[in-house]
């Protein structure tokens, strides 16, 4: 039982076949997915994706690259994402 610490499935390369490269990676053992959020659109994905597919968890955040981006609403949406999936902010 493996857990996939670091994915980003919400990336467009995935969008075509993504049911498909989860059923390949658990067929090779993985039975979870740790779907990194980078900036607000997606950590937005990432909630979502982990909203519809079991074993998929989703990370909330701002990439310090993107950190001129993140304000107070930023700040409110990453910490939104995170309470609607039971999780803690900061």
């Not at 982990?50 to 001129?68: F, M, R, S, W």
Request: aromatic residues 4%; hydrophobic residues 40%.
């Amino acid at each position: 039982m493996l857990t996939d610490t670091h994915v980003h499935l919400q990336s467009p390369q995935f969008a075509s076949d993504l049911d498909a490269v989860l059923e390949r990676a658990r067929a090779a053992g993985v039975v979870r997915f740790l779907c990194a959020g980078y900036d607000l659109p997606s950590t937005r994905q990432a909630a979502s994706l982990a909203a519809l597919h079991p074993g998929v968890l989703a990370t909330a955040g701002v990439h310090p690259h993107d950190a001129t981006t993140y304000d107070d609403a930023a700040e409110a949406e990453v910490a939104g994402c995170c309470e609607r999936r039971g999780g803690r902010s900061r």
